[in-house]
Each structure stands twice: as structure tokens, then as C-alpha cells.
């Protein structure tokens, strides 16, 4: 037994009836997003994607104590940056919870006190590539737990493409990261890459908006967890350099990873709206 759909190409919906595109199209990708109105407007925007990126971490797993940090540059004072406040777990916070510290590592913003390895850390990422509007450092388990095998990942799959080339390896570990030459030495060992493995401390990833640093801080800890997966089921077989290069040029942009952060973010603003107070 057949059935007959009843349809209506003039594009109006009626019940009933499948209403189709007027003018049908190919759109494999999503329109540029608005231009921010302003300095305000762009600061208030870093300000909820960071808010956001902590509750998202936190339901990553990523919340370990008092370690992690995430941060965004501000828009008007360059030299000053957005953080989280020492203490405040990552799943509680709020835009109004955030700190601003300048240069020198003094809170300009808000009371609660600062962790002093976010300044060591993120103040020479800030400083030494003013491309870097976020950086995010936590001590996720899956990138802990490779940071110890002392090397960079291999590129094993496709979302692992994204790292191909793309990211360093920080081998000096002295203890606590408190001295602002070692978050220099990270900075520099970063080198304009998305991302670092930190040798027996973790990794940490950076980017040209708070969303693709986010973002691609859970990929990266993503691919620690399946390299070490895959290297316990077996020998795993790299992706060819060539192959590698190419897929990185196609899906390794910050463009991507906004989007792809995007898509938790509407569903945790939903679900927390307390998180913009």
C-alpha cells in the first residue's frame, strides 16, 4: 500500500502538507556570525563563552581541586585578562565571578583571590602571542596521564588531525608552575601551536576566541584518551603525513571549533542560565 504526499512548493506550511524551499540550496556550512557592536559588547561576549567553558570542563570532568584555569584577554586593556577565581568550582561559576588582572598580576576585578600559577602560566601566553584571546590549562585525567609518557601524540584519526603538527611538547617540568620564566618557557614552547603537552603536569590548549581554545582543550584531552586507549588494545597505525597535513587543512581552523563548542554551549545556557548573572 502506497501513499500519496501531499506537498506545497510555494514554501508556506500548512497542516497537513510538506512545505519545500522556494529556492532549494546547497549550504554545506553556517553563515559568518554578527559583528560584535563594540568593545563592551565583545568583552561581554569572552566573558559568558568563559563563564560557560568552566561549567563545560566541569561536566567534562576536568575540575581537579584547586587546579585549572581558563582565560580571555580582554578587548580594551590587551594587556589584562579574564579568569577564574581561586577556590570556585569550576561547575558554580558565573560571569560576575570572574576576576581581571593586569600585567602585573594584580585583580583590578572582583575580591576573591587569583591562582598563582593561572597568572605564571596564562600572563606569558597573553604576553608572548598577541594572537592568543584564551588559554585554558586544567588537570584533565586522560591528558595527565599521557603528559607522563614524555611525547607528543601521534596522529592516529581523523579528529586527531586537528593536533597534526599543531602542538608541542613542554619537557621541563621543576614542580608548581608560580615562576613567570617557566610560563615563559611554556609560552615559548607553545609557539603559535593550539595546543601543549606539559611532561607530568597535564596539557593546555590556546586560540583565537574563548570557544576554539575551549573547544579544542576537550579534543586535545580526547585524543590523549584514545591514543592511550588504542596503545593498550595494540600497535596503532598512524595516519600517512600527507593524508595528516590535509585533513588538518580542512577541519583544524578556529572556525570549526567555535561551532563546535557553540553546540554545548546553547544547551548549557538552557539548562543554566545563572551562569550569565
Known sequence: M?????????????????????????????????????????????????AGAFRLFARFGFAQGLAGHITARDPELTDHFWVNPLGVHFSRIKVSDLLLVNAAGETVVGERPLNKAAFAIHAAIHEHDPQVIAAAHTHSTYGKAWSTLGRKLDTLTQDGCVFHDDHALFD??????????????????????????LKNHGILSAGPSVEAAAWWYIALDNACHTQLLAEAAGTP??????????????????EGALHAFESLYEGLVEAEPELLD
Open 172 to 197: 621541563d617540568f621543576t614542580g608548581m608552575v608560580v615562576d613567570e620564566s617557566e610560563g615563559l618557557r611554556i609560552a615559548r614552547a607553545l609557539g603559535g601551536r593550539k595546543g601543549a603537552i
Open 237 to 254: 597505525q598512524a595516519i600517512d603525513d600527507a593524508v595528516a597535513r590535509h585533513t588538518h587543512q580542512q577541519i583544524g581552523g578556529p
Open 2 to 50: 502506497s501513499a500519496v504526499l501531499d506537498i506545497d512548493r510555494s514554501g508556506e506550511r500548512s497542516r497537513g502538507r510538506l512545505a519545500l524551499n522556494p529556492n532549494p540550496q546547497r549550504k554545506y556550512w553556517f553563515d559568518p556570525p554578527a559583528p560584535r557592536s563594540g568593545l563592551e559588547a565583545e568583552r561581554r561576549h569572552r566573558q559568558e563563552r568563559l
